[in-house]
């Protein structure tokens, strides 16, 4: 017989509590389900529950064999961390119509004395060395004295170095891309020797914001020309055809097309800035170029594993000869997406399902959460784990 997760709870100050026979339940698009314990991971250490101030959560009664509102205490959930991808959603309910803040809400019960979740670990996790990148080169930008637009930039965004996987992020903009290109080689360089696997991720999905993309594409060629180990990756949403295009001439390593949907019919949907029909037309104007392509999908469950979606995700992977599909937690109320009435009824798989149709329908694709260093881009690590877990 399976074992259910207790129910958790906060009270008015949050402080969480663990019900004595209430269970948790769970969420996927609008559906509210029971978990088991073969779905549950130990949560991460370094989690921590957070609370919905105004949501009270949905629990499974056993002697009843139902599912009812518990309104004496706050729904609880978790954000997972860097490399995790949730199963289900928090099963709630709104206390008023409120649009919750953008995150990767998760639903965290309590099993065997500890925080449990439905999460499964999608990569390799970064080594505490690529970890401790971040800082040494934090170290050297506080030490660095001279004048430069880039360092200051990156001292006052820190978040965009500080990252797991030896990654600046580099968010192309009106200011950043008027950055001079002796300001960005000088600190690049140095980060190239800090970091074993250094990567420059340029994320570019404002496209209405005025850029200043040819001097940037000069200085990519510049960036490439100084420090070979480098791998530069271009994330976007592939609006612009004519800046993709420059972009990898100007000898960019991979384009990542970041998106949260790949099927044209619900993308107006979940973001009606990205036209899925333009990223078909960038991706199709460097179909023969030689460079690695990947996708970062934002994953919602009950929507990234639909039927539709799922067939659209294959062909998509298939048709434009993807290397890597990472997978993140959507940052969003699910209630904008579900209770959208233009959103179709649909069967859902479920990611994992998703993830094993995606594996066996296209054979080389690899599976991942971080971007990757040019040497590492077509390891396979195995992850996530997909069969069934026995009991």
Known sequence: MYDIPRLLFADDKGTIYDHPTLKMTVRSENLKTIPYELEMEPVPDNVKPEYLENASPLAYNQEKAGIEVFKSGHAIFIQPPEGYLRLYLPAYQKRNNDILLPKPYTPVGWMNESFVSPITVVDKLPSS????????????LKSYKKENAFKDFLLLNSDLYHTKNEEIV???????????????TTILEHYSKIASYPILNICHNNFKEQTNPDNFLNIIERIKSKNDNMTIIYSSNLQDMVILKKIVESGCDCINAELMTTNSETGWIVDESVSIENVYKSLQAIYRKNIYKSLTLHTLPGLTDRQTETESLIDFLSTFNIDLLLLRNMEIDPDIIFMNNNLKNEDIKGLKNMLKLVKKKVKNIKIGYFNRHKDHFLLEHKLPVLKRRKS
């Open 170 to 184: 580099f968010p192309l903009s009106e200011e950043t891309s008027n950055f001079s290109e002796n300001d960005l």
């Open 129 to 140: 060395e690529s970890v401790n990148t971040g800082k040494k080169f934090h170290g050297f």
